[in-house]
């Protein structure tokens, strides 16, 4: 009885997985398109350790990629993963793996450099037709242009800081020439704990260095 059942769920299984691969998309889902090499390494894990490449891809608004297999169909779910480039792994005449070489400059400045080197650089990228390629080289113009913005941020707190610490400083001196501990010497005798003798900002700066 128990071995009958178990073939009965194993012919059930199979059903299941026949009428999955008749309900297998037509035509290209709403949104997508093929993925004829564009992003070549996306595989979709299908269980026991395998996998399917996607036959269906679509690029998202959060940079992230959603995938069909040939096997999906409309009522299946999209698998969605970030996107990124394949590691190029070529082998040499000595059958090693080439090494990896640093970026090149005129490559660097083509990333980085004015809007109009970019986008020959973007353009010449798009003819490869890799999404992968394409996105990292995006993602790291993107990335450069916000530490600049970032880095500028720091150096206007930086001027904030210094400004608030020469006030400080300048208050303090003021309190020093108008005696002010005279004018409240009753109160030297309440208690108060240690650290309450240093300013928080010069605690910071004594403790860490500079706070940039």
């Not at 564009?38 to 395998?50: A, K």
């Not at 891809?57 to 959060?62: C, F, G, P, R, V």
């Not at 640093?102 to 037709?129: E, N, R, T």
Request: with cysteine; net charge negative; glycine share 6%.
């Amino acid at each position: 009885m128990v071995q009958y059942r178990h073939f009965q769920d194993q012919i059930q299984g199979l059903q299941d997985r026949i009428l999955q691969y008749k309900e297998t998309f037509k035509c290209t889902p709403e949104g997508y398109t093929l993925n004829d090499g564009r992003i070549p390494h996306f595989r979709i894990p299908c269980g026991g350790g395998l996998s399917r490449p996607a036959k269906w891809i679509k690029l998202n608004d959060d940079r992230t990629v959603s995938r069909f297999a040939d096997t999906n169909g409309p009522s299946s779910a999209p698998h969605i993963i970030d996107l990124y480039a394949e590691a190029d792994n070529q082998y040499n005449e000595e059958g090693d793996t080439k090494p990896t070489n640093p970026i090149l400059p005129w490559f660097q400045f083509l990333m980085v450099g004015p809007s109009i080197d970019y986008a020959l650089l973007h353009s010449a990228l798009l003819i490869h037709d890799n999404w992968g390629l394409t996105h990292e080289v995006q993602q790291y113009c993107n990335l450069d242009t916000e530490y600049a913005d970032v880095c500028i941020e720091l150096k206007q707190l930086q001027v904030r800081l210094d400004a608030i610490q020469q006030a400080c400083s300048s208050c303090k001196s003021h309190l020093q020439l108008a005696h002010a501990t005279e004018q409240v010497e009753k109160l030297q005798n309440i208690p108060c704990k240690p650290q309450a003798t240093c300013s928080w900002w010069k605690r910071k700066s004594t403790r860490c260095g500079h706070p940039f």
